[in-house]
């Protein structure tokens, strides 16, 4: 990697090094096969008799969520327990009325406890990436940060583990279709799949989705766009849904969630439209009959739960590189 | 530097014959220390006609210098396909060096239970102990200079062979290897 490379990216330090993850965006396709390279031992460990390696002993972990989420939250927090770091749950209200402020505030305070990593989750996006900026700046580059879920950005984490549970069954990221369904425009998750896949060489991603739930612009990111579902599942290897962010849609955005599920739900029917061994993927929680059917959900070609056990293996690929980098 | 390095292979046969008289086929387990150590395992699993699956392990995860050198690159999954408590294990390396390796292996494997037994066979030792550990089967000793590494490499057809490294150069380098803040070994 050149130095300049190195120095323009706020992610690595002047190795190359992987010192924050913030966004899949920007990293070279090298450092995702790193870390999908490194997650495989690691869930090895989750299947001992002792879940542990001492990696991060006395590290301490801070889960800074400025926005709900128990299951991302637990799975960082079972992650860097398995490495043996010590964890802090913050779960922290956002209403207080000067959040610029408080964050980096919060950020000063935690420095001073001797914090060695933030795991940081907030509605805002770019909000980790100001964290680690503020740490840099203020003589804490020893503190790593990773961006947890920020806004409609990011959250890279849960791209990697798309791509390690992809990389498992399909093997091959270069003979692949994949489609990516549902709501498109409040989903930072979309964002880090499509980053993800175009980086590692799939040379088909497709994006399914109603006209109102597809950001402007989407095709430059390298996709193509598919307002029918029929049409746009045709011999896919690999099928991503979204989960539909209701609590995030303003005014008419839909007209229901029945008729979205008439066009955009995943049932056995649609599905036969992908090749016969076609995986099914979810990041969770799922809606069950609005974006996916319960047929689906439970059947054979759903890989849904072992999402979340792989999603621990790559946090703690994660963190023990960041944390072993200079 | 020595004028002969030792010969890999016929040092696996010596192992070989000096585990044979030393140990129950039916109740012996070995682990192979990755990349060497398991070529050797694999050797004396055939060799000795054992009855339980030889394992492998991997020790980046347990190494002392984590936070001097990262996480190594190419960590490879540990696979002990035995039950570990009270099982009577024989770690296998290709060269004991430090000792710092054997340390986070023992450490790694009792994190899988309590063996009754571990024992620790390596093709050769090649001294400059760092830790108190010593071999319970070595067929071959020699000294080398700090700047070299032994390093054991197999070939296409299988064959096993020594080669002298120059340390710079046998340094499992983290991400980089220009960031090592300690002029490190292979942690042997």
């Known amino acids: 990697m050149s130095v300049l490379h190195a120095q323009q990216n706020p992610q690595l330090n002047r190795h190359g090094e992987l010192t924050h993850l913030l966004s899949i965006e920007g990293l070279p396709r090298e450092v995702l096969l790193r870390i999908l390279d490194t997650a495989a031992p690691f869930s090895e460990v989750s299947e001992r008799e002792v879940k542990k390696v001492p990696l991060l002993r006395g590290k301490s972990v801070f889960n800074l969520f400025f926005e709900n989420s128990t299951r991302t939250r637990t799975t960082f927090e079972i992650a860097a327990k398995r490495l043996s770091a010590d964890v802090i749950n913050l779960n922290i209200n956002t209403s207080s009325a000067n959040k610029g402020e408080t964050l980096l505030d919060t950020a000063d305070n935690l420095a001073a406890m001797q914090a060695d990593m933030f795991v940081v989750r907030h509605a805002s996006s770019g909000a980790p990436h100001l964290i680690a900026q503020h740490l840099g700046a203020t003589g804490h580059d020893h503190i790593h940060v990773v961006n947890a879920g920020d806004g409609r950005h990011a959250h890279p984490t849960q791209g990697l583990l798309d791509m390690y549970t992809i990389r498992h069954y399909k093997a091959d990221f270069t003979q692949l279709t994949v489609a990516i369904v549902g709501d498109v425009l409040h989903s930072r998750v979309a964002r880090s799949q499509i980053h993800a896949l175009t980086t590692l060489g799939v040379p088909e991603v497709r994006v399914i989705a109603p006209k109102t739930l597809l950001p402007t612009g989407v095709e430059r990111l390298g996709v193509r766009v598919f307002n029918d579902m029929r049409e746009g599942l045709r011999g896919v290897d690999v099928v991503m849904m979204l989960r539909l962010q209701s609590e995030r849609m303003q005014g008419a955005l839909l007209p229901s969630t029945q008729e979205f599920f008439k066009s955009y739900g995943l049932t056995p029917e649609k599905l036969a439209l992908a090749k016969p061994d076609a995986i099914v993927m979810h990041p969770g929680p799922m809606n069950r009959g609005v974006e996916i059917d319960s047929a689906v959900a439970d059947g054979g070609q759903a890989v849904i739960l072992p999402q979340v056990t792989f999603g621990i293996a790559v946090r703690m690929a994660v963190m023990a590189m960041l944390a072993g980098s200079g | ?188």
């Open chain 2, 1 to 188: 530097m020595p004028t002969s390095l030792p010969d890999a292979e016929a040092l696996c046969n010596a192992l070989a014959d000096t585990l044979r008289a030393h140990i129950d086929p039916a109740a012996t387990a070995l682990v192979g220390i990755h990349t060497g150590g398991v070529w050797v395992a694999e050797r004396l699993h055939a060799a000795l006609g054992l009855k339980i699956p030889a394992g492998s392990i991997d020790v980046s995860f347990y190494r002392d210098d984590y936070h001097q050198r990262g996480l190594h690159t190419n960590a490879k999954t540990s696979q002990i396909p035995f039950e570990v408590e009270g099982a009577h294990i024989i770690i296998v390396d290709d060269v004991l060096y430090t000792g710092r390796t054997i340390r986070a292996a023992m450490n790694e494997l009792f994190d899988y239970g309590r063996p009754a037994k571990i024992d620790l066979a390596v093709l050769a030792d090649r001294g400059s102990r760092e830790l108190p550990i010593a071999a319970t089967f070595c067929p071959h000793s020699l000294n080398l200079p700090d700047a070299q590494m032994l390093a054991l490499e197999r070939a296409a057809d299988g064959r096993l062979a020594f080669r002298l490294v120059a340390k710079e150069a046998a340094t499992e380098s983290p991400a980089t290897p220009s960031r090592a803040k300690r002029g490190g070994s292979g942690n042997k």
